[in-house]
């Protein structure tokens, strides 16, 4: 979530206000290590913090937080692309779209109107295993933003002037996608490593795929998964959830429970090296590998992100500060029900940069680190783990990730415990167990690319 502010004076007081968080959890760190105690604001401290409880099949989860002057709420649907095929892929996402804006009690005019004067937002997103219809408002204005909330989420209006309004947006969006080298990097890249897999249909579908799609196709989309067995609702902020419920019985109880299974998604599989460049006139080539990596659920998820942390490190150190190869060279791990990692770099020198990325990877595997550098990258995380966790957005958030592709919303609150338990030798484990059979996609000159450097690993 980015941060909006609109005064310098808010700058500065946001940038004291991080400095001060910064050196607060790195001195937690510091004690805890020292002490050999944990922080405070254990795991089993923050799940007594969370109400679990079912209306007619609808997973509610309620997170108290004393004293937060807002308060969060997300409807979740789960399924991602798996519900959705080839010839309607977006309509999820464009459906959310459509439906955050207006509903049967709230015209568009009216709906505006009164998000602006409440300081209420009410939006969505989607991605390939769930998407959201979300709500952020102040704590004074929670009662009428929840009538907003609940009427659009149960009974949007899908005006045939809405949907023509967004859909047109989200074509000429996605026509310009190729547009911008990074894009359709991305674009490539899904088609190529998710080939053969549910991840293979955008949720963002195709200028093709949501051209095509109608009020009427939106209606029929939103009656079928509005169904609680599909359904996860959270909801963050200084809120009780007793005195909730009742509402919650009141909309969302009124919904068909229907008979959705959540499978798990299966997971992807590279059993080769392989690499596609695709020419297009441009000032650098465009370069990222994916390798299947653990998922949020997997125990070498932990230590997976600390090799990640390292890889990404070294790839900085030796191709721009050692070498000024590229400007930002970089590692990463996604968090998706079937995952990946990867390395991405932007170059005039491709052949050179990706060789130099990959003996960093082989040298992840061959030598152990250092124990001062699984303790630095513990308590970098340490850091930004409660960084990320300010909002209440972003707690919401953390929460039905876990609930819905994590192995249930507990294991939310271990990932602190999970890094602490890496071991140097588990590092080098997940290095030589995932980081291999990369998949590379190049956007730029064909022939600056010896696919031989890059299908090496």
Known sequence: ???????????????????????????LFAQSQSTGTKPTSTASQQVALVTEFDVNGLKVLVKRR????????????????????????GVEGLMLDVMSEASAKFPREKMRVELSRMGTSIGAGANYDYSTLSLTCTKQNFDRSWEMFTDVALNPSFTTEDVKLIRDRRVIALNSGSDDP??????????????????????AGTPETIAKLTAEDLRA?????????????????????????????????????GNYIAKPIQPLSFNKP????????????????????????????????VAISILGERVFTEVRRKRNLSYAPDAFLRTQGANVGGIYVTTDYSNLAVKIMLDEVERLKIVP????????????????????????????GKL??????????????????????????????????????????????????????????
């Open 66 to 89: 004393p004293n937060s002057p807002t308060v969060s709420a997300g409807l979740f649907i789960s399924g991602g692309v798996r519900n959705v095929t080839a010839q309607n892929a």
């Open 182 to 203: 990074d894009n359709y990097l991305q674009q490539l890249q899904e088609k190529f490593a998710y080939a053969g897999h549910p991840y293979v249909n955008d949720p």
């Open 1 to 27: 979530m980015k941060l909006k502010v609109k005064k310098n004076e808010s700058i500065i007081s946001v940038f004291v206000a991080l400095c001060l968080l910064f050196s607060f959890s790195a001195n």
């Open 221 to 257: 989309f939103h009656k079928k998964v509005m169904q609680t067995s599909q359904l996860l609702l959270v909801i963050v902020g200084d809120i009780d959830a007793e005195g909730l419920k009742p509402r919650i019985v009141e909309s969302f109880g009124k919904l068909p429970q």
């Open 274 to 305: 392989g690499v596609e460049v695709t020419q297009k006139q441009i000032e650098t080539n465009y370069i990222q590998g994916l390798f299947v990596a653990p998922s949020l659920k997997d125990p070498d998820f932990y230590a997976m992100r």
């Open 369 to 396: 680190i250092d124990k001062g550098d699984l303790d630095t990258v513990t308590g970098f995380y340490l850091t930004t783990y409660y960084l990320g966790q300010e909002t209440n957005a972003a707690q919401a």
């Open 400 to 457: 039905a990730e876990y609930e819905l592709i994590g192995g249930g919303w507990r294991n939310s609150f271990q990932f602190l415990e999970g890094l602490r338990a890496v071991k140097v030798e588990d590092v080098q484990r997940v290095a030589n167990k995932y980081m291999k059979n990369f998949r590379f996609v190049v956007v730029g000159d064909p022939k600056s690319v010896d696919q031989s450097v890059f299908t090496s690993l």
